[in-house]
């Protein structure tokens, strides 16, 4: 379980082709993100994600959220995109907004109890953006064991997962993109999918580091729950 700083650039190198390749094999791999550190998953091996799962002691009811490259992607995965979900990706990606949508049915993956959901985010730091353009959509959920407090630094991570992780990208410490927020509490999420009915709101289902005025401000107070 080789840790590297991704500051310099010979770790970075070997760090994201080891990443590379442990992703492929279907292990796990600690990345920084814009919020707290995350352990990532090949979204499409549902042995993959079973593993995520166990490292962090959760069961098939906690389904990790996925992690895209781009805003295009977020077509190729969910079923249908109301236009106030576009307006809050255009405000909030690449950021800390996660947002939980139909997934298409034709998928071919497994990421445990969704009830044909996907919660999709597409985050704002390098080292996992350029990751993801390499490897395509991750399952990724914080760097923790459930019910500990998510990590900010590789080195929590690494105290949490220990060897359950094959590698893991070192990139200091994460959390300080935005000012005045818990920097613990991760990305807001938003269930959509009420929005695909007529008088359907959206609801804040975990309250992050977007606050919720600006969710409201977004999308319309008659539209959020």
């Keep these: 379980m080789p840790t590297f700083d991704t500051a310099n650039p010979a770790e970075l190198l070997s760090g994201m082709r080891l990443a590379r390749a442990a992703i492929g094999r279907g292990e796990l791999v600690v990345i920084p993100t814009d919020t707290v550190y995350g352990v990532a998953a090949d979204a499409f091996s549902p042995a993959a994600v079973q593993r995520l799962l166990d ?22 995965l969910a079923d249908s995109v109301p236009d106030e979900v576009r307006a809050l990706v255009a405000e909030f990606w690449p950021g800390g907004l996660t947002i939980i949508l139909r997934a298409r049915p034709t998928l071919d993956w497994d990421l445990g109890d969704t009830r044909g959901t996907v919660a999709l985010r597409m985050p704002s730091d390098t080292i996992a953006l350029e990751l993801l353009a390499e490897t395509g959509p991750l399952a990724v959920s914080s760097a923790n064991r459930t019910s500990e407090p998510a990590a900010l630094t590789a080195a929590e991570a ?32 938003v269930d959509a999918t009420g929005l695909d009915s007529p008088n359907g709101r959206l609801r804040v289902v975990r309250h992050g580091v977007i606050p919720d005025a600006e969710i409201v ?3 319309g107070a008659d539209r959020c729950a």
């Design 217 to 219: 401000r977004v999308v």
């Design 55 to 76: 490292a962090k002691g959760r069961d098939r009811t906690a389904p990790p959220p996925v992690l895209v490259p781009g805003i295009p992607t977020l077509d190729a």
């Design 158 to 189: 690494e105290a949490m997962l220990g060897e359950s992780v094959e590698v893991y990208l070192d990139a200091g410490p994460v959390g300080a993109a935005y000012p005045g927020a818990d920097e613990r509490s991760g990305s807001t999420i």
